[in-house]
């Protein structure tokens, strides 16, 4: 194991390398020679990028069932691809779910979903009607059977 004395000094050169020498010191169990600072940052930055994961493949399947079931005069051509995607997205979205990332869910729903709606009447051009509250509970959307019905329309 090579230990280079000023990991501080080697985060902000080799971020990969201080990477490597921060596990090798944790397997060695020499805690005091850690870059505290920089690994809780690090540990941070992990914990972010797994909510931000799960909340974009909720945010895409929230995007997806709006369309399929709101956006009538695009679904005969789009509806395959439509219900594709989600089932896709949910997969992606199962192997990242934990029991801490779905209560982070269960608490952004309501800005996943308006950020979701936002997305789908820009995309619209605002000429579907979009429900303001999510019409789908989150059970429905990680659901790998569940598609929303289609007896919802275009018309703003």
């Not at 921060?22 to 930055?45: G, P, Q, R, V």
């Not at 509806?79 to 269960?106: C, G, M, P």
Request: with cysteine; hydrophobic share 35%.
């Amino acid at each position: 194991m090579t230990v280079i004395l000023d990991l501080k000094t080697l985060y902000e050169i080799d971020d990969s390398l201080w990477l490597e020498e921060t596990i090798e010191l944790l397997k060695a169990k020499n805690f005091e020679a850690l870059d505290l600072e920089n690994l809780l940052e690090e540990l941070e930055d992990l914990g972010n990028e797994k909510r931000f994961r799960v909340a974009s493949f909720l945010q895409q399947i929230i995007r997806h069932c709006l369309l399929l079931q709101f956006w009538i005069s695009e679904r005969d051509y789009n509806q395959a691809h439509w219900q594709a995607e989600i089932v896709s997205f949910k997969d992606q979205l199962k192997r990242y779910l934990t029991t801490n990332l779905r209560k982070y869910l269960e608490q952004e729903f309501e800005q996943i979903y308006f950020e979701s709606v936002r997305y789908v009447r820009q995309k619209t051009d605002n000429q579907v009607n979009f429900p303001d509250t999510c019409p789908y509970s989150l059970e429905e959307l990680l659901d790998p059977n569940w598609l929303p019905s289609d007896n919802q329309g275009d018309k703003k």
